[in-house]
């Protein structure tokens, strides 16, 4: 009986699930509303209504048991009947699946065949889809390599676009001027040179935190702006750098005709199985990152930024060298900025300054909060509620009909995406993930709670 005691109340940690659950099922029905529960379509006379009551509440149905399920089996470090019978060596504590690592799999699993899913079921809108499902993996991709600055080293950065132009503007002019290199061997130069723009940002703050590192880096992103939009003779000035080239599968262009990709492979030619090969090359570039930031976090140099995250000055008592491990986190999350940004060159094949605004490094770093300082995949699913939201808000023309043809719904998209965002910060202020797990342990790796965590840390 000794071993099954617990300071824990089951009842009381039972019914704090089910009450989670509940909010996040809520939640999930105010917010789906509109993309689930109505259906918009083109008709004769304007535009035709249609309701899908049946998708809307299943949805909340899968929040609601998958919630619960995760706050039972995943989330809880404390349940008082499975670590007591664990520890008294029954092996039910040990025998029961780890959720949570077979869940990871299971969406890496339908990321790998998500273009197919798409061309197989949604065969009209697969192209919109794939494209969308692109751009949210740029933007994971960008949020893993801001969280090694902002969530491990506790460094406040709201320039990080600066690097994700520096990217992509090098990858252009290499592109363009000089013919014989290809997709794949620019993109490592841009991701160098950001990495080195990095560093020439990191040496002049590394005396400032808070609030005064945070206006050094908004200026630094302001000043990359401001040059590339008035440094015509190298970037284009306001114009941009246009016919940026196309990524090749081992040269093959994705092109109609003779030596083209699907006449090679003796496939109908389709302008989808471009976009399908840029998903894969984000998706390849993204799980890169994932890996490097997971294994550095491992490292004595990412257990340097969570010592700098935590204390400075105690981290200096340490012995750690501060400055060194500033320009690191500085420099490996340019890179990874870079390595975006070059993707987003050649999705796009032209650029300007007008896309790397300061709203760009708004959404990277809200995405990062609101997914939860440090956390990886809290990163992913913050991107997809952010810029998956934003694209689906686009959908609401139906308003119109309701208030009137003079009512314009697409000026209040960001206004409702915004107070969505305010919701779920006061629902959950340290971001959709809020649990813990620590770098380093001494005897048994557990997952730290929200409530022992303060607001605004990491890992």
């Not at 990321?111 to 197919?116: D, G, T």
């Not at 751009?135 to 969530?151: A, C, D, E, K, Q």
């Not at 308003?399 to 719904?409: A, C, E, N, V």
């Amino acid at each position: 009986m000794s071993a099954v005691s617990t300071n824990v109340n089951p009842e009381n940690s039972f019914q704090a699930s089910i009450k989670d659950a509940l909010l996040a099922a809520f939640l999930t029905g105010v917010l789906g509303f509109y993309f689930l529960a109505l259906r918009t379509d083109i008709a004769p006379g304007g535009l035709a209504i249609t309701t899908r009551w049946g998708l809307w509440l299943s949805a909340i149905a899968i929040v609601f048991a998958g919630r619960l399920l995760l706050n039972l089996f995943v989330w809880r470090t404390d349940k008082p009947i499975t670590r007591g019978l664990a520890s008294a060596g029954s092996g039910v504590g040990t025998a029961l699946p780890d959720l949570g690592k077979w869940l990871g799999r299971a969406l890496f699993a339908f990321a790998v065949v998500l273009p197919f899913f798409f061309i197989i079921f949604f065969p009209a809108q697969q192209r919109q889809y794939i494209d969308l499902a692109i751009l949210i993996m740029t933007y994971i991709m960008l949020g893993w390599g801001l969280n090694i600055v902002v969530g491990l080293a506790g460094l406040l950065d709201l320039g990080y676009v600066a690097f994700y132009a520096v990217g992509a503007y090098s990858f252009a002019l290499l592109s363009t001027h000089f013919e014989f290199i290809g997709f794949w061997t620019a993109l490592p130069l841009a991701g160098l040179l950001a990495a080195f723009w990095g560093l020439i940002l990191g040496f002049p703050v590394l005396r400032l935190r808070g609030d005064y590192l945070a206006i050094v880096t908004l200026a630094f992103g302001e000043i990359i702006r401001v040059v590339l939009l008035n440094w015509y003779e190298f970037t284009g000035g306001p114009n941009g750098i246009s016919g940026i080239p196309k990524p090749t599968f081992f040269g093959l262009e994705f092109s109609r005709g003779e030596g083209g990709f699907a006449d090679f492979f003796g496939l109908e030619f389709s302008t989808i199985h471009r976009f399908v090969y840029l998903y894969y090359i984000i998706f390849l570039l993204a799980i890169i990152t994932n890996i490097v930031t997971m294994r550095l976090r491992r490292l004595p140099v990412g257990r340097a930024w969570e010592a700098l995250r935590e204390d400075e000055i105690a981290c200096r008592s340490l012995g750690i060298n501060t400055t060194n491990t500033k320009l690191t986190a500085f420099a490996i999350g340019a890179m990874f900025g870079g390595f975006a940004g070059s993707f987003f060159a050649t999705r796009q094949g032209f650029i300007s300054p007008e896309s790397f605004t300061f709203l760009e490094s708004a959404i990277i770093l809200a995405i990062v909060v609101l997914g939860g300082l440090g956390s990886q995949i809290g990163v992913v699913i913050a991107s997809i509620v952010m810029i998956g939201g934003i694209e689906m808000l686009r959908n609401i023309g139906f308003l119109s009909q309701i208030f009137g043809p003079g009512f314009d719904p697409t000026q209040y998209r960001m206004l409702i995406f915004g107070l969505a965002m305010v919701l779920i910060m006061v629902w959950k202020p340290r971001g959709l993930v809020s649990t813990r797990e620590p770098s380093a342990v001494l005897k048994e790796k557990k997952k730290i709670g929200a409530d022992m965590v303060a607001q605004g840390e990491g890992h």
